[in-house]
């Protein structure tokens, strides 16, 4: 037994709750209180996980968000992978696993794998598996390698809370610099919002010593946290500031620990406070990533906040002030401690009872599943069940990198500082570099001087004071051993060289070549040994060498977070019909179609296709009613309303009589048909565009857009009506004769009421409007009636079509009967390129003296040479079945298969007992009667170029 | 996440606005536009580094207007309807 709990101390701790939980399988006990780190540290856990690429045994190294091995998958309802235990709560009945290990962290049987590692640098993979094809080796390759594992069943328990939040300062650490900067803020009458990533506030004051205005440093804590409660401002421990992004917007993330989902909070404050606190380097030796070797100022932490004695015979090496009080706590408690320092003086007194070795550092490690001593580079060994370094320290400087803040590297703290500030940013406390409390207090000052004077006095440290002495020592070419700069990553120095020496010197090259810096912990303790390393191969500066580009997420944040309520249906809402529910019960079959939820037929889940075809059939025996709400019906108002229609259709529509309908053609700039639909002319300055159900968003962006830009204010107004009617449509042979049995109060005289005309009438007291156009082929009335009042309506139509056999028809019915008719369907029978003309309809083109969207673009080169896919219609040999949608029409060149067109639309025909088919075939206008191969999925098959019309093309059935 | 000041609504969120393209593309009429001007209107934008004139859409508002940006920083130098009568 090397590591243990103390029988006393542990300010973190609460001895009167134990906990037990399981890691790979065995029991762990601790207390309320603990990490799953400081628990298995109590219980002498020294392996904890398998590195990334070379299974190589790892232990805990730090006691924070730095933590590069101690990953662990958590299992059962609230699982998450790759949980670094160092801020992973312990909690009763919780189930903890190591990661890349197999069965466990400590018998893990690819351990065999570091043996082959002087084969297997930086690259390996890349260059050794390129022949025949990686995707061979992949699978295989990709199961051995990685962290933790994803449980592809696991679902969230709920979703996540997102909450916006504004205030005045977000300070971001609740260490000393970031309380003080609170303290001051609320002095100055502003309002604060704390977060800090652990459970209780404090930061270095919860396990460095300190005494501030005369008081130990943790009651401080408490009276200031207390202070900033009362004054009502927000503190939020467990919470991570993980981003800055655009415009100081701050991401937050927070945790909870009684199974709700993680919390985002979207912070707006008008200075951001950056209070982060600094993250200890390791020391390169070799052999530096064997189990027991933790960082100096971790350890501290878990002796003060968990009562855990990280070792009985303690190496303490370092190159900096701040592991002297680390040895000297040790050595109070009765650890056997010995420092070595690698500077040969300016170095602090040596604490009572430590044995200081000067002027020396750490050669290598010893140990197999843990470490068991150390050499020194003048040879000198030392046995240790435990080594604690400390490498100097990386300000956190992580969020204002992001806020592009530029970097300025201080030699004399041998570390990257805040450089020129940024507006709303402000850095303090060991972050911006500051050492001693009474630093760390006088920069808190001016951090939010922008936004007022504080009345709150400067907090004043009356205890001991830190130091900041180091002299840099950064990995070297030449040293023997084999020495990690990046744990999680497994890079050593080596493979730095190695890539140093394939040209990959830049930082942003030396990382995606050997990964240094990638992965959960993004390089927190490995990057600036790395890039150092890299400056002194290539004779160039820390600062010539410059640090990669800081990016969000600061720690992993669960994709559940981001994605808050928007999952599932709310993730993309579908529009509905005013009247779903009494399709529902009419045994609608729902289905999405352009955003909106429309029953696709009405005969149940059995047989669906049956149904359709059903449907499709009797809507050309007697008559059909069909729920067509969602077709665009977005209202044109103003003086200049038909100069308006008149730009943005193809077709003149300003020559159309009031009480009339045309249907025509939108196109983009660029020519090409983006819409089509009637467009009803009410009266003089009153049109309305009755577009295609899935664009009305579109054409209703398109049309304020034109009218802003074109028109303006005073011309034109528009108004979306689509949602506030619902429209009926009642089609086929005897759709009049069911119509007059309404007494909608309008005549339906064919004389009053032709084909693409508009009729108005009152139901139950409400103003409908009767269309008659028809996209069956048959003859069709639209009627239009307010939403909320379209239900009586539709059960009359239903109740007074049994008379005349009147089928239901779902829009799948529909889709057949349009094709059958070779009514198109924008976006599914044109694409990006069809012109008016690919589609038959030149005359606005070349008669038209007015100017319209797209005009230019149909005077093109392009739009004038005569291989364009045109619409046609597709007929197959009698007795075949429908041609697939999508398939190709082939043709040969040279001998190679070529695609000229392909099936756009295809159904079969209950009504004509054989296929239809429409598709945009090149030059296919002019080649009706030729018989082409069509391939789809390898299969050929012949079909027979036609007209798109294969129903009635006369058109007679409209006027029947 | 981006504040973009809507002329008519006040600063909001980026994911309220749509940009509508480059300000000052004006759009030449008839069939007999040279085809480089055409294609000039249609395809090419100017993409500079530094200040932009942009057209922006605030959707919930259905209102377009001019934004000033600059491209390198996101700062927002200035915000008008298209009459120029109101300004943000």
Known sequence: ?960 | MQLFPCPFCGPRDETEFHYGGDAGNIRPDGADVPIDRWANYLYLRSNPKGAAREIWVHMNCGEFFVMERDTVTHKVLSSAALDGEHVA
């Open chain 1, 1 to 960: 037994m090397t590591a243990s709990r103390l029988a006393t101390g542990g300010s973190a701790i609460d001895r009167s709750r134990p906990i037990r939980f399981s890691f790979d399988g065995a029991t762990v006990h601790g207390f309320a209180g603990d990490t799953i780190a400081s628990a298995l540290l109590a219980g002498d856990v020294a392996v904890v996980g398998r590195s990334f690429k070379y299974h190589r045994p790892r232990g805990i190294w730090g006691a924070g968000v730095e933590e590069p091995n101690a990953l662990v998958d958590i299992g059962g309802p609230r699982a998450t992978p790759n949980t670094r235990a160092t801020t992973e709560p312990a909690r009763d009945g919780l189930v903890a696993k190591s990661v890349n290990a197999t069965p466990n962290a400590l018998t893990d049987r690819n351990a065999f794998l570091d043996r082959f590692a002087r084969f297997i640098p930086a690259a390996f993979y890349y260059k050794t598996f390129m022949w025949p094809d990686w995707h061979r080796f992949e699978p295989r390759i990709r199961a051995m390698a990685g962290l933790g594992t994803v449980d592809a069943d696991w679902t969230s328990p709920g979703t996540a809370d997102q909450i916006n939040h504004h205030c005045d300062v977000l300070v971001v650490g609740a260490g000393p610099a970031g309380l003080a900067a609170a303290r001051l803020a609320s002095g100055a009458g502003l309002t604060v919002t704390l977060v800090d990533d652990q459970q209780s506030p404090g930061g270095s004051l919860g396990h460095r010593a300190g005494e501030i205005d005369g008081k130990p440093a943790a009651v401080w804590v408490k009276e200031t946290i207390d202070e900033l409660a009362v004054g009502g401002h927000l503190i939020l421990p467990s919470t991570t500031a993980f981003g800055i992004y655009d415009h100081n917007l701050a991401g937050l993330n927070q945790r909870h620990f009684n199974g709700r989902p993680d919390t985002l909070w979207r912070v707006r404050p008008r200075q951001i406070v950056l209070a982060a606190g600094a993250i200890e380097r390791p020391l390169p030796f070799a052999n530096n990533d064997l189990p027991g070797i933790l960082s100096a100022d971790a350890a501290l932490a878990y002796l003060r906040r968990h009562a855990v004695l990280v070792g009985r015979r303690i190496v303490v090496a370092t190159n900096n002030d701040s592991a002297y009080e680390v040895a000297g706590a040790l050595a109070e408690v009765g650890a056997e401690v010995r420092l070595v320092d690698i500077r040969r003086d300016g170095m602090p007194a040596a604490p009572a009872n430590v044995p200081l070795v000067k002027g020396r550092s750490l050669a290598s490690a010893s140990g197999k599943l843990r470490v068991d001593g150390v050499t020194l580079d003048d040879g000198t060994r030392f046995d240790a069940d435990c080594v604690l370094v400390s490498g100097g320290w990386t300000p956190t400087i992580h969020l204002f990198g992001q806020a592009r803040g530029k970097l300025a590297w201080s030699e004399a703290r041998a570390a990257f500082l805040p450089g020129d500030p940024v507006d709303g940013i402000a850095v303090v406390g060991a972050a911006a570099g500051a050492v001693s409390l009474s630093d760390v207090f006088t920069g808190a000052g001016p951090a939010f001087a922008p936004l007022g004077q504080t009345k709150a006095p400067l907090p004043r440290s009356t205890g001991p004071e830190a130091t900041g002495g180091i002299l840099p020592a950064w990995p070297i070419l030449g040293s023997k051993g084999r020495i990690w700069i990046d744990y999680q990553n497994d890079v050593t120095v080596k493979d730095v060289e190695l890539a140093a020496r394939e040209n990959f010197v830049s930082v942003e090259h030396l990382k995606r070549y050997t990964t240094l810096g990638m992965a959960t912990d993004q390089g927190k303790t490995s990057n600036l040994p790395g890039l150092a390393l890299m400056a002194g191969i290539t004779g160039r500066t820390v600062p010539e060498v410059g640090t990669t580009t800081y990016r969000p997420p600061f720690t992993p944040v669960p994709l559940a977070s981001f994605a808050g309520a928007r999952v599932g249906e709310l993730m993309a809402p579908v529009r509905r019909l005013p009247l779903e529910n009494v399709h529902r019960s009419s045994g609608a079959v729902f289905q999405e179609y352009g955003g909106w939820l429309r029953p696709a037929h009405y005969g149940g889940y059995a047989d669906a296709e049956r149904s359709i075809a059903d449907e499709a059939r009797r809507a050309r025996q007697s008559v059909a009613l069909f729920d067509g709400s969602t077709l665009g019906k977005i209202e044109v108002i103003g003086p200049q309303a038909a100069a308006f229609v008149d730009f943005l259709y193809y077709n003149t529509m300003s020559t159309l009589k009031p009480g009339r309908c045309r249907y025509g053609f939108m196109l983009s700039e660029n020519g090409v048909v983006f819409d089509d639909g009637v467009l009803v002319r009410l009266d003089e300055h009153r049109f309305v565009v009755s577009c295609s159900s899935s664009h009305v968003s579109a054409v209703h962006a398109r049309l304020e857009e034109w009218r802003q830009d074109r028109f303006g204010r005073g011309a034109v107004y528009i108004h979306n009506a689509t949602a506030e009617m619902a429209t009926l449509t009642v089609s086929g042979p005897n759709s009049r004769k069911l119509l007059e049995t309404l007494g909608l109060g309008l005549s339906l005289d064919d004389a009053d009421l032709p084909h693409m005309a508009i009729g108005h009438g009152s139901y139950a007291g409400d103003e409908v409007r009767v269309a008659r156009v028809s996209f069956t082929g048959d003859r069709s009335y639209e009627i239009s009636i307010r939403a909320d009042r379209a239900e009586p309506l539709w059960a009359q139509l239903r109740q007074a079509g049994q008379a005349f056999d009147a089928v239901v028809i779902g829009l799948e019915a529909l889709m057949i009967l349009r094709a059958e008719k070779g009514f198109i369907v924008i976006g599914k029978d044109t694409d990006g390129t069809t012109l008016p003309r690919d589609l038959g309809v030149d005359g606005p083109r070349v008669k038209r003296q007015t100017e319209f969207v797209g005009r230019r673009s149909l005077f093109t080169e392009e739009a004038s040479c005569d291989n364009r896919m045109q619409l046609v219609g597709l007929a197959v040999p009698q007795g075949e079945a429908p041609l697939p949608t999508g398939a190709h029409g082939i043709k040969r060149i040279d001998g190679r298969l070529r695609s000229q067109g392909f099936v756009t639309s295809s159904y079969q025909s209950p009504t004509l007992g054989r296929p239809v088919a429409l598709g945009l075939i090149e030059r296919g206008a002019t080649r009706h009667g030729e018989t082409i191969d069509t391939q789809h999925l390898g299969k050929i098959s012949k079909a027979t170029i036609t007209a798109p019309c294969a129903f009635d093309p006369a058109g007679d059935r409209l006027h029947a």
